[in-house]
Structures are given as C-alpha cells and as structure tokens.
C-alpha cells in the first residue's frame, strides 16, 4: 500500500510535539513491542526510517497473527470500521498510527488537532485498567491493555 503522497516535516524527528500530545511510546517501540498483529506496515514503506523495520514484529504473509502482539490477543478493528466511522483522513489511509508515525517524523498537518483529541480519549482505558486491576499484574484486561498500546500508552505501566 505504498502511496505518491508527499508531505514537509517541519520539526526534528521525536521532537516538539503539541503540549498535551505525550504519548509513551515511539513508533519504532510500539513495532518492537508488537502491535496490530504485525499487519500494519507489514510492506515497510520507505518513507519511514529502516531501523524501525530491524526487529519489528511484523506479518510476513499478510494476515494479522495476534501472537505477534505484545499481549497475544487481538484487539484492532478492521479498517473497514474505522472508515464507517469517519476516524480516516484521506492523507492517511491507514488511520491513526501512519497519522502518528509522520507526526513523530515532523510533519505538522491540518488533521493534528483531531488525532490528539482521539489520542487524548484513551485515557479513559487506561484508567479502567488502572482501576480494575492489581498494579504489575500484566495478565489482567490483556486486551484492553493491547488496545491501549496501539495508542502509544505503555500498558505495561499500569
């Protein structure tokens, strides 16, 4: 799903980002740790750095394998949903993580302002993590947990 899109990065890769935008994780991080069942970006396009693909837990045959997430469940939607739902920008098709990924990179874009507001929200699971579950006990709520992660939380830290 390699597109002609083009865009401008107008910061340094990682770095100010919108002062309520602190996501725990960085893209390459969320690949190492497993997310997505290692469907997403599982073609490695090259507008991301390489590095990010070295040890990235991604499908090699296309489909999402849930033991490939860091928890071992699946908790995405398909797209499909995601497109229902008006949550896609047409600059990026695949949805919130490529959103992000590019944000990392430097691209500022006029979609920003929405993605952090959703990024924000997951607060709201994170919470009921915290609340329903002993601290460090990572068996608990996995796939909430999982959903958590592909939202740059790190659900271990609850």
């Known amino acids: ?3 002609n899109y083009s865009y401008i990065r107008k910061e340094k890769p990682g770095q100010n980002f919108h002062p309520d935008f602190k996501p725990h994780l960085t893209p390459q991080e969320m690949l190492e740790m ?3 069942g290692g469907l997403y970006f599982g073609d490695k396009p090259n507008e991301f ?4 693909w070295k040890n990235a837990k991604l499908s090699s045959d296309g489909e999402q ?3 490939l997430n ?3 469940v ?3 939607q398909p797209l499909s949903v995601w497109k229902d739902k008006g949550w ?3 600059d990026d098709p695949r949805g919130w993580f490529q959103w992000y990924c590019r944000y990392y990179l430097g691209r500022r874009h006029e979609d920003d302002e929405r993605q952090i507001k959703r990024w924000k929200a997951i607060t709201r699971h994170a919470s ?3 609340h329903n579950c002993k601290p460090g006990d990572q068996q608990c709520r996995p796939r909430q947990r999982q959903a958590i992660l592909h939202w740059a939380y790190d659900a271990r830290n609850l």
């Open 34 to 36: 497993g997310v997505f």
């Open 128 to 130: 009921q993590v915290a």
């Open 74 to 76: 699946n908790a995405s």
């Open 88 to 90: 896609i920008h047409k």
């Open 65 to 67: 394998h849930k033991e």
């Open 70 to 72: 860091y928890y071992g």
């Open 49 to 52: 750095p390489k590095v990010w």
């Open 1 to 3: 799903m390699q597109s």
